[in-house]
């Protein structure tokens, strides 16, 4: 069973500042998802990683994937108050997705 | 694309009343999903099909919950009797494969369960 760790799960930064979150996975995962989810909305897509060594970027957000490490990274550059919400990885397997807890960020002007 | 439809968009009940919540998936994906969310569990997957045909029910929770798709473009999710630890926000989300593509998310229904 495939089970999925964020960390931190909460975050308090300022604006300008840089940071990463990170997803870390228990078993052989196919794909890797993040996924933004602003209070009482719906989740967004932000990426999909498809294998060892995948890095996406969009503005300031940019994602990684090591599957030999089962790790997976978030990396937000210059942080913007915008970019408050909560972020969630999500591992793929046989079955759906299994989400991890979520990262609750918050940044402040 | 309208995206994918869910109703209703709110949902208040007593305990014991049967509840039906809809989905109309993305015209084109194959795959449906059937999601809840809450604060102590998080995002957990109850169920989701491939062409119509459910593939992996073993999220559901309980023999109240029970879920169809008579056709590719709606979906039901029933809970019968509701109780209120049923109470959540409900997501469905749909996708064009299940390998390569990402899922895209309805959005929700909060019930709540009195």
């Known amino acids: 069973e495939l089970k999925v760790e964020q960390n931190p799960l909460f975050l308090s930064m300022q604006e300008g500042k840089n940071y990463t979150i990170y997803c870390n996975y228990s078993?052989?995962?196919?794909?890797l998802y993040w996924y933004r989810q602003d209070p009482g909305k719906s989740l967004e897509s932000l990426f999909v990683?498809?294998?060892?060594?995948a890095v996406k970027q969009e503005g300031r957000l940019m994602a990684s994937l090591d599957t030999k490490a089962r790790l997976s990274t978030l990396h937000i550059t210059a942080a913007v108050h915008d970019l408050s919400a909560t972020y969630f990885c999500?591992?793929?397997?046989?079955?759906?997705?299994?989400f991890g807890k979520g990262t609750h960020l918050i940044i402040q002007p | 694309d309208a995206g994918v439809i869910q109703s209703p968009r709110h949902e208040v009940t007593e305990m014991g009343q049967e509840v039906t919540l809809r989905c109309k998936p993305i015209?084109?994906?194959?795959?449906l999903f059937w999601y809840r969310q809450t604060m102590m569990r998080g995002l957990e997957l109850l169920i989701y099909f491939n062409n119509n045909v459910p593939i992996d029910d073993s999220g559901m929770p309980e023999d109240r919950f029970s879920a169809k798709m008579p056709n590719a473009s709606f979906s039901t999710l029933k809970i019968q009797p509701s109780e209120p630890r049923d109470s959540a926000v409900y997501f469905c989300?749909?996708?064009?494969?299940?390998?390569?593509?990402?899922?895209?998310f309805g959005p929700g229904t909060r019930l709540t369960v009195l």
């Open positions: 078993t052989t995962s196919d794909r």
């Open positions: 999500a591992g793929g397997g046989a079955d759906g997705l299994t």
């Open positions: 015209s084109g994906h194959d795959y």
């Open positions: 989300a749909s996708s064009r494969d299940r390998f390569t593509d990402t899922q895209y």
């Open positions: 990683l498809l294998s060892n060594g």
